[in-house]
T-cell receptor, first 117, second 110 residues
Framework: DAGVIQSPRHEVTEMGQEVTLRCKPISGHDYLFWYRQTMMRGLELLIYFNNNVPIDDSGMPEDRFSAKMPNASFSTLKIQPSEPRDSAVYFC???????????????FGNGTRLTVT | EDQVTQSPEALRLQEGESSSLNCSYTVSGLRGLFWYRQDPGKGPEFLFTLYSAGEEKEKERLKATLTKKESFLHITAPKPEDSATYLCAALNQAGTALIFGKGTTLSVSS
């Protein structure tokens, strides 16, 4: 299994531009999560999906952020327009079933490092 | 508000010098306490899940323990390859998503 795949690995953009981050979860996993990591705040949950349906988006910081999961093998996180304070590492993670058992831990991708100048 | 706090923020050890990392949590109805390891430029990698006070899990030089208020990650005779950031996360009764601490960055020198 290739694991959770994220692209791009690095993204540098100017303030005001649209940014799209992509994620391919592990095949068969029914939960998908988007996290953001910064030195100040650590790992923060932005949104998660179950069977391609958004369940909780309360962590999405502003209306500038949106996420979609058109099918079981693909998700996007979009920021429009981007701002310097959005600079962070964005992680996608997937799991099979609720995270309440040893058999369903989160599997993370290697993240997208976003820099907004 | 559910919260997870890790200490220390950073820890430097000599190879073979055992120590412990702390994870304090205030979470309603804890359903699980997770430990992850994160290497630079990588995503967190799952290590352990603990479900109830008194439970212990071991993997090579690492042992995780859980009480009603905190969890410890004990590192016995560490090696340089154990250098990483160790993240603790809690799953509360209401949610599906994990609440992460900010991590402890461990550096082991030979």
């Amino acid at each position: 299994d290739a694991g959770v795949i994220q692209s791009p690995r690095h993204e540098v953009t100017e303030m005001g531009q649209e940014v799209t981050l992509r994620c391919k979860p592990i095949s068969g996993h029914d939960y998908l999560f988007w996290y953001r990591q910064t030195m100040m705040r650590g790992l923060e949950l932005l949104i998660y999906f179950n069977n391609n349906v958004p369940i909780d988006d309360s962590g999405m910081p502003e209306d500038r952020f949106s996420a979609k999961m058109p099918n079981a093998s693909f998700s996007t996180l979009k920021i429009q327009p981007s701002e310097p304070r959005d600079s962070a590492v964005y992680f996608c993670a997937s799991s099979f079933g609720r995270q309440s058992s040893y058999n369903s831990p989160l599997h993370f991708g290697n993240g997208t490092r976003l820099t907004v100048t | 508000e559910d919260q997870v706090t890790q200490s220390p923020e950073a820890l430097r050890l000599q190879e073979g010098e055992s120590s412990s990392l702390n994870c304090s949590y205030t979470v309603s109805g804890l359903r699980g306490l997770f430990w992850y390891r994160q290497d630079p430029g990588k995503g967190p990698e799952f290590l352990f899940t603990l479900y109830s006070a008194g439970e212990e899990k071991e993997k090579e030089r690492l042992k995780a323990t859980l009480t009603k208020k905190e969890s410890f990650l004990h590192i016995t005779a560490p090696k340089p390859e154990d250098s990483a950031t160790y993240l603790c996360a809690a799953l509360n009764q209401a949610g599906t998503a994990l609440i992460f601490g900010k991590g402890t960055t461990l550096s082991v020198s030979s």
